[in-house]
């Protein structure tokens, strides 16, 4: 994720050399650790939005902890996907550190691999989220049962062990560091390795897209059972929350998307050679999905709200407290 600039050859974008102007160490009477390095202005977006992403995201983090109330199937993943993005933040710095600071091709595997764990962790969790959804509503009455917390369970230590997998990889030799022709625009991830995890991006998506119609469908059909029962029109407070429900999953799968598919698609396209500020361009925007997680799936949430106002200044305000839920919620 770190640029090179090198003579003789296209430039790429690397995770084992910070990015610096090559000079002619012949003529240089500084020793190697002692040439000037120049930051590159992205890396520094990079690390900020690591910071801003690990701060965020390590609040709902503690909230989810020390509320023994939020302890539901859809906490649990709210604290997963969280936990995710709070690592990816963390990676994001460590590797804007351990790449102007201690260039050693072995931190920056880790720090890599803790990134690409982290990032694929987050991904998988929102696919659990939606599952979870889903299953709340098509299984309304048997939603809260052993069943739902097992399955939530399972869910959990799947997405984190496959996560693990994906990140250790570049760790356990999988890398490109011994052939350069083989890395993908971010080194020292390969070209194979990138398209995997762009393709399983692309088939989440899809899936989770589905998942979100399904829904849409489930949501519309009750307003409507509801709507006959109680003889309301078209126009009434409830039909207009409802289609607030369905904008809102509209908003959350297109944030979803404008975040991850530039560099997705980028990804399976380009290698080393094309120039790093493309791949800087999509994936600055890939770690905003990060940033706007917590907005959407914690900070919404009336329980997460409450428990927020309580660590803030010991009280909940009466607006929050007795606010009920609406189908914009789902």
Not at 76 to 91: R, T, V
Not at 243 to 251: D, E, N, P, W, Y
């Amino acid at each position: 994720m770190f640029s090179k600039l090198s003579k003789g050859r296209g430039a790429g974008v690397s995770t084992s050399t910070p990015p610096r102007y090559t000079l002619d160490r012949s003529d240089s009477p500084l020793r190697p650790s002692q040439l000037p390095l120049l930051v590159n202005p992205w890396d520094i977006v990079l690390c900020s939005s690591g910071t801003l992403i690990a701060c965020e995201n390590a609040l709902v983090v503690l909230v989810i902890w020390q509320n023994p109330t939020l302890r539901a199937p859809m906490f649990l993943l709210i604290g997963s996907l969280a936990l995710a993005d709070l690592l990816a933040g963390l990676g994001l710095v460590l590797h804007f550190t351990c790449a102007y600071l201690l260039r050693s091709d072995s931190a920056q595997l880790l720090t890599v691999g803790l990134v690409v764990a982290s990032f694929s962790a987050s991904v998988f969790s929102l696919l659990a989220i939606t599952v979870d959804r889903y299953l709340s509503l098509y299984y309304a009455l048997t939603y809260n049962s052993e069943r739902t917390a097992a399955f939530t369970y399972t869910m959990l230590v799947l997405l984190w062990g496959l996560s693990l997998c994906l990140g250790l990889l570049p760790v356990t030799g999988v890398n490109c560091l011994a052939e350069e022709v083989t890395c993908s625009v971010v080194r020292p991830l390969t070209k194979n390795n990138i398209a995997v995890l762009s393709i399983s991006f692309l088939l989440l998506f899809g899936l989770m897209l589905q998942l979100y119609v399904q829904i849409c469908k489930i949501v519309m059909r009750h307003a409507h059972q509801i709507a006959l029962q109680h003889h309301f029109l078209a126009a009434t407070p409830h039909y207009v929350t409802t289609r607030k429900g369905v904008s809102t999953l509209a908003i959350i799968l297109g944030t979803f998307a404008a975040c991850w598919m530039p560099f997705t698609v980028y990804s399976l396209i380009a290698d080393y050679t094309y120039p790093p500020l493309y791949t800087y361009a999509t994936l600055v925007p890939a770690t905003y999905n990060s940033v706007i997680n917590p907005v959407i799936y914690a900070f919404r949430n009336q329980e997460i709200q409450k428990a927020l106002w309580l660590v803030c200044c010991g009280c909940v305000p009466t607006s929050v407290a007795h606010r009920a839920r609406t189908p914009s919620d789902v």
